[in-house]
């Protein structure tokens, strides 16, 4: 039995529009990833944007001109825009389609062997909780906005090389603190004081500190109290650079008590096993990544790499990093009902973003950011997590 003809046009006009926005938004989501001059990026997804929302209206208007008063499209144009109809629908059947079957079919990292979260409504722990700016407080009042509901997670990591010593290992995963003045100070106090709370034995942050130089001083007057025996580690990320001077950005972290490892790597003793701690800030950061790598770590037993954006994932795997710790997509910061993220900054599309993914004996954890620097969260909280380690198959029975 054949389907009505207006049918097959209801199908292949879906097919055509979900090719047509994931055509703009695999442009958008790639030119943010890299490390080009942000004016530069800026513009160009601009033009991604402006195609997304645009070219249908062309499109329409070239379809039905025959019943407006627009005159006709030039033949040329009029076969580059079958043309462009074609590539959407073989884009929405081809990558578009498998993304969705991906995401339906997707399951838990085999690395994650348990997630326990809760939310901490953080305006109801301090009666004096504000929005700083317009935009903060005319967005703050949106439905569903989960700007200030921190997501406290606790997740326990199986890491297949990890020393049988550090087995119950915590890390505190920072990441995209964004210091901009959309968020008060009191909103970083209670990440600091629920922190401590957990007690963890190491902290790392992985980027994204501040965007704006006058708010400098809050990073070692609020997280200096940040305290873990075995250490605080920090990297920078491509918002730091908004600053001006790095220099600056990597003295207050020093001031705060954090060791960076942006510029070098770092060696630790922690509970008698040799740590390598190494940081990856590319690509808006140039970093010697030979001095960060597979022959600087030598012989330790544990290889640790901070990165800002998951996007040097493959990068961790072939220099046989253990365990890597991300951030910068902020989870998509919108996601929608079945869908989940669709807007990311990384060449890898919304792959890796956020949660726990694993590739080889490589384990990532990517942070949804434990703040943003637009103040917008829907279907997507920000992220406090302390990561348990377990040990893997190869020292399972060690």
Partial sequence: MFLPEAVWYAGLLCLAAAGHVGLWVMWINRVNATGWPRRCVKSIAAIGYAAELGLPWLLLADATESFTSLPAWPPELEIASRGYLALCIVVGIGPVGLWFVQRITHGPSPALLSNHSRIVDLTETQSEFRPSTWKARWLSRLPGNHLYHLQVTRKELRIPRLPPEWDGLTILHLSDLHLAGHLPAEYYRCVVEISCQMHPDMIALTGDVLDYPQFLPW????????????????????????????????????????????????????????????????????????????????????????????????????????????????????????????????????????????????????????????????????????????????????
């Fill in 219 to 398: 990073v070692p007057e609020i997280f200096s109290s940040l305290t873990a025996p075995n250490g605080k580690y920090a990297i920078l990320g491509n918002h730091d650079l908004r600053v001006g001077d790095l220099e600056s950005v990597r003295n207050v972290l020093g001031e705060a008590g954090f060791k960076d490892v942006g510029p070098a790597p770092t060696r630790a003793k922690i509970r008698e096993i040799n740590a390598f701690i190494a940081g990856n800030e590319c690509p808006w950061i140039k970093t010697d990544l030979r001095l960060q790598g597979r022959e600087a770590a030598g012989d330790a037993a544990f290889r640790l790499l901070l990165s800002h954006t998951p996007d040097q994932f493959p990068w961790a795997v072939r220099e046989g990093f253990d365990l890597v710790l991300a951030g910068h997509t902020h989870a998509g910061q919108i996601q929608f009902p079945l869908i989940g993220p669709t807007v990311c900054p990384s060449r890898f599309g919304v792959r890796y973003a956020a949660g726990t993914f694993q590739k080889g004996r490589t384990v990532m954890h990517v942070s949804q950011g434990t703040a943003s620097m637009l103040p917008l969260r829907w279907g997507c909280y920000p992220e406090l997590a302390l990561l348990t380690l377990r040990p893997g198959d190869e020292h399972a029975n060690a």
